[in-house]
């Protein structure tokens, strides 16, 4: 059974459509993270949630809403794509916010042509 | 705020050798530090961590990692490479009593046989 599982795992799609990535987690923690990885490997925490309440909203465009609907889903929605969305986009929970380990979800690689 | 440096984006060391990894890490208060692995497609997986306590961690794998405050660095070192340990790693810091994991450029590992 996987910890962390995402789906979509490859999303390609044109500049200007809309798409949204889920990410569920079956290991009982409350908090759980959105993270951005770039072509170059770099690793951008973008949200965070805990108990289904927004804790970390970095400086990402309004075009991505995050959503919890429970503490076991976070999912994505990005509005209006842009070629520089292409990204591979990790989901990832801890236990909580104060423990630092983080498990993460195999990624969601996004190619916008 | 904090930041982390990871030294060398790509590291190449024959079978059998050590290997180290550099990271040093800015943070105003202590800091939790992590290093994490990634292997090709996959997400991250941690290797070990330091959170309190003994400097010196060990984690999976055989690696091995030294928290010394005095030089603010957290080198990875594992005695002898196996080829299975060709991947990217990542170091990372967080603030005690902080929300956000931050993670350094990362690291690739190439092992020769």
């Known amino acids: 059974d996987t910890a962390v599982s995402q789906t979509p795992k490859y999303l390609v799609t044109q500049m200007g459509n809309d798409k949204s990535i889920k990410c569920e987690q079956n290991?009982?923690?409350?908090?759980m993270y959105w993270y951005k990885q770039d072509s170059k490997k770099f690793l951008k925490i973008m949200f965070s949630?805990?108990?289904?309440?927004?804790?970390i909203n970095e400086t990402v465009p309004n075009r991505f809403s995050p959503k919890s609907p429970d503490k076991a889903h976070l999912n994505l929605h990005i509005n209006s794509l842009e070629l520089g969305d292409s990204a591979v986009y990790f989901c990832?929970?801890?236990?909580?916010?104060?423990?630092?380990?983080?498990?993460f979800g195999e990624g969601s690689r996004l190619t916008v042509l | 705020a904090q930041s982390v440096t990871q030294l060398g984006s790509h590291v190449s060391v024959s079978e059998g050798a050590l290997v180290l990894l550099r990271c040093n890490y800015s943070?105003?208060?202590?800091?939790?530090l992590f290093w994490y692995v990634q292997y090709p497609n996959q997400g991250l997986q941690l290797l070990l961590k330091?959170?309190?306590?003994?400097?010196l961690v060990k984690g999976i794998n055989g690696f091995e990692a030294e928290f010394k405050k005095s030089e603010t660095s957290f080198h990875l070192t594992k005695p002898s490479a196996h080829m299975s340990d060709a991947a990217e790693y990542f170091c990372?810091?967080?603030?005690?009593?902080?929300?956000?994991?931050?993670f350094g450029a990362g690291t690739r590992l190439f092992v020769k046989a």
């Open positions: 990832a929970s801890s236990q909580n916010l104060n423990t630092g380990e983080l498990f």
């Open positions: 290991l009982g923690h409350d908090t």
């Open positions: 949630y805990n108990n289904k309440e927004l804790i």
């Open positions: 943070s105003s208060v202590p800091p939790y």
């Open positions: 330091y959170t309190t306590g003994a400097t």
């Open positions: 990372a810091v967080r603030n005690t009593g902080g929300f956000k994991t931050i």
